[in-house]
């Protein structure tokens, strides 16, 4: 990083820093929205980024729990505060370059210090649920990236979500459910994927999870990717 960019970040976020007591927490709480797609709030509760709780103070890529980390941002030797936050929310490109985080920074200061003012808030040990509840946040990059709120429970599944079998023939996979119905999906409308969360299946009872706003596409869970194998029959 340059010398002109660091300085540059310094100075933007030293002047957030110094309204950061003006943040408005309700207005965080809304523009949280655009982060709970990727980021829970709940202590090791990881999505495609890591958790945030307890973020003061943390060790960039320190989040034990969380094996995604970019090797850059594990070398960074950055500790989250209100400065480092307000730097890498204005710019993580900049300030961590080769950091892998698909976020273009917020330019916007203000939606910076409310942003700041409900993390630091909600991001502390024994803060409020009406603070940490993420069910129905998502905002547009939510509704784009399938994520915000928790995830559902993939056990005890209604019988049409119970997967029995999958068939696979030419450019087709056919999934029978425990109702006994079977249907057929385009090779690339249908997707295998693994939860090994408490909210993932059971072993050896994958959940058809829908997708797609035309009811074409879907996705089939497993627990482990061995049970694919197991699964997946090649069959005409």
């Known amino acids: 990083m340059s010398n002109l960019g660091l300085l540059t970040l ?3 976020a030293t002047q957030t820093a110094a309204f950061a007591q003006q943040g408005d927490v309700t207005r965080g709480q ?3 929205r655009a ?3 990727c980021h829970s709030l709940e202590a090791n509760r990881n999505m495609t980024g890591p958790s ?4 003061w103070g943390r060790k960039a890529g320190g989040l034990a729990s969380f094996e995604r980390y970019s090797t850059a941002l594990k070398s960074s030797g950055i500790i989250w505060d209100d400065r480092s936050l307000d730097g890498w929310l204005t710019d993580p490109d ?3 370059p080769d950091n892998e985080m698909p976020f273009n920074g917020i330019k916007d200061a203000r939606v910076r210090i409310d942003l700041l003012a409900f993390l630091k808030e909600a991001t502390k040990p024994g803060a409020p649920p009406q603070l940490t509840q993420q069910d129905g946040m998502g905002g547009s990059m939510g509704g784009m990236m399938g994520g915000g709120g928790r995830d559902p429970s993939l056990k005890k599944l209604d019988p049409a979500r119970q997967v029995t079998a999958v068939t696979y023939c030419h450019d087709t996979y056919r999934v029978t459910t425990a109702d006994g119905k079977t249907r057929a999906f385009w090779e690339r409308n249908l997707r295998f994927r693994t939860d090994s969360s408490n909210a993932g299946p059971d072993k050896g ?4 999870m829908p997708a797609g706003m035309l009811g074409d596409r879907a996705s089939v869970i497993f627990t482990v990717p061995e049970e694919m194998s197991k699964t997946i029959e090649a069959r005409c």
């Open 10 to 12: 310094t100075v933007i």
């Open 30 to 32: 809304q523009d949280f």
């Open 35 to 37: 982060c709970a797609a």
């Open 52 to 55: 945030l709780a307890e973020l």
């Open 94 to 96: 900049r300030m961590v």
């Open 205 to 208: 009872a994958p959940a058809l």
